[in-house]
């Protein structure tokens, strides 16, 4: 016959377990996979982001991160319902660039997110998914990553570089110039270099913000991403500021933190 006090060692033991499993992010991780490959996305990511909130050592942290980036960029372009989103009814006279400066969001992630290959396409009547809450980008230079945030709540980490003498500016900016293959003027140089030239280094996006000179865009050295190693201006991976610039539209507000 088990005594109370041996029955009360035993529930305490199973409550520090308990408490041991949620605090563990490992396991909280484990939970995620398992909601995400049930089709369970929402509480897949609802459990990612407390994982990311207990993780402890900077494995966990990364780990944590990731995944939940991963996931919240793939809800973002299913077909499924979020909060960040709403459903519009294409009207007459609408095209997805009126859409899209209504909505404060691109004609690029418009077309993502909704399957279209030719936006002059688009037929009256049909239902779009559209992001309604605006992005942000915090960018910080002693670990030289960039964080996105949609409404305000984290949405993805990239690895970025900054600037090799410290002239990262630092402050609150506004994305103002959006270009695809674009001529980079060189600032040592002094002289403009045309996209596709062998000495162009900076990709083909570019993220201009309201510092003059100064934006985010690609690299021809992704070897080096994560160091201080730039003129000045955030370097990103290629196939990252291509999925950037379809995420932020111009205006997007620009966080640098030293």
Known sequence: MVSIRSSALVLLFLLVEGSQAFADS???????????????WKEARQTLVRAVGIAKTPEEIRESVSRLSRLNLELLLSPSDQPETVWVKIQ??????????????TVELLKRINRISDSSKIRVGRTLKVPIESFSVEIDISDNVADLRLGGRFF?????????????????????????????????EKRMIPYGDPDHRIGSHWLGW????????????????????????????NDDIAEVFMLLPSGTRVTVKP
């Open 92 to 105: 007459s006279g609408d095209s997805l660039s009126k859409i899209a400066k209504r909505a404060g969001t």
């Open 156 to 188: 993805k980490r990239y690895p970025v570089s900054t600037g090799r003498a410290g002239n990262t500016p630092v402050g609150e900016f506004e994305i103002t110039d959006r270009l695809i293959h674009p001529d980079w003027w060189h600032p040592l």
């Open 210 to 237: 309201t510092k003059k000179g100064f934006g985010m865009h690609g690299t021809d050295e992704p070897e080096k991403i994560g160091l201080p190693v730039s003129l000045g201006c955030v370097r990103f991976r």
């Open 26 to 40: 490992t396991s909280l991780l484990e939970r995620a996979e398992i909601a995400y490959q049930q089709g369970r």
